[in-house]
């Protein structure tokens, strides 16, 4: 006999028996949720094969990167599938300049979800695994529609995290901050069965994963990092194994399962970094966080930092604690200016909204 089938739904159920003032919103969040990545796992699928679906769409995000066809669904699909809940204040997307508000003639609910549709969608028609990154806060300002300041919240506020990844099976990850649980597809029922229960990140890592094409950028403590991981420079530990797919998803997974560092680090001539705080860096931090791991701008821990823009974006370094802290170190020891030039620009104040 199988052991006992338990869908996030029952899995979710029967964790907030735990929590008696649960009212089964955020159940019925999450499970939109998984309905959203069940829609984009199936195009996805298929984009190999339906050119409406493939390649980029002609237009740009506000970051001026080509849209992918498969971007402008999976936003759409999230958006829709969520914005006559009842559920939420607000969206945001990475997709998209402003929040995004519900519609006028739907009702709003306590919940804010902050969303990167699909993260890795450059990678899409070499057929490498991409993923939906998504992070839900609590509404924290009076009245019934949500504001910049309901968004602009810092990580260690979230409610709760995860992402679909969509590779050689889709899985599902979210964390309400009572462990880090993993939910495989089975396309025969079309279901999301608990697969990976409390995931911890092992000991002793085993990956790093960096774009190292660019270390000529890198600061001087992020360089003597790397040849830290590859057992160059320090202690002569045994290297750690260089794996980086292009897609941060499918990175960040195979650390959280068998152990390693993603960094996405500061550059000379990009002080803030690529990957965006609020649609992508929380959300992973606060999995790896409640994975036993530690997600750090370099600095400190990211889930501190209070988001001063929308699309603010951040250094990051993530997975194994100890690997993380001795980014931070490394960086301390050697990149006193960089340091105090990020603090400033990630103090500032939030901008008006
Ligand atoms: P590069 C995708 O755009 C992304 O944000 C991550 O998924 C990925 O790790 C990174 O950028 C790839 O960027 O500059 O190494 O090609």
Redesign the pocket.
């Known amino acids: 006999m199988s052991s006992k089938i338990v869908t996030i739904e029952r899995h979710i159920f029967e964790k907030q028996k735990r929590f008696p003032q649960a009212t089964g919103e955020l159940t019925a969040l999450l499970y939109d949720l998984a309905l959203a990545g069940k829609m984009i796992a199936a195009e996805t699928r298929r984009a190999g094969l339906n050119s409406s679906i493939q390649g980029a769409a002609g237009t740009t995000n506000i970051y001026g990167e080509d849209q992918q066809k498969l971007d402008v669904y999976a936003d759409s699909m999230i958006f829709k599938l969520n914005d006559h809940t009842n559920r939420l204040c607000a969206m945001a997307s990475e997709e998209h300049e402003d929040i995004l508000q519900i519609p006028a003639h739907y009702g709003k609910g306590n919940y804010v979800l902050l969303f990167d549709p699909l993260?890795?969608s450059?990678n899409i028609d070499v057929n490498v695994s991409v993923g939906t990154i998504f992070a839900i806060h609590r509404k924290i300002t009076k009245g019934e529609t949500g504001t910049l300041a309901d968004v602009l919240q810092p990580g260690k506020r979230l409610v709760a995290a995860g992402y679909m990844i969509y590779g050689s099976s889709t899985m599902m990850i979210y964390t309400t901050g009572d462990g880090v649980h993993g939910f495989t597809l089975d396309p025969s029922v079309g279901e999301f069965l608990l697969s990976h229960d409390d995931i911890r990140i092992p000991e002793p890592p085993k990956f790093y994963s960096c774009?190292q094409g660019y270390e000529k950028q890198w600061t001087y403590g992020v360089r003597r990092y790397t040849k830290w991981l590859q057992g160059i420079d320090g202690e002569g530990h045994a290297p750690y194994s260089a794996r980086y797919i292009?897609?941060?998803?499918a990175?960040f997974h195979r650390n959280l399962l068998q152990g390693g560092v993603y960094y996405?680090p500061h550059e000379m001539s990009k002080p803030q970094g690529?990957?965006r705080l609020l649609m992508e860096a929380q959300a992973l931090a606060f999995i790896a966080q409640n994975a036993g791991g530690y997600g750090s701008d370099g600095i400190g821990n990211i889930l501190d930092v209070q988001p001063h823009k929308l699309h603010q974006r951040t250094p990051l370094f993530i997975g194994n604690r100890s690997l993380v802290e001795r980014a931070e170190h490394f960086i301390r020891q050697h990149d006193q200016a960089w340091v105090d030039e990020y603090r400033a620009y990630r103090e500032q104040a939030a901008v008006e909204a």
């Open positions: 993260d890795g450059s774009n292009g897609s941060m998803i990175d996405y690529k990957i």
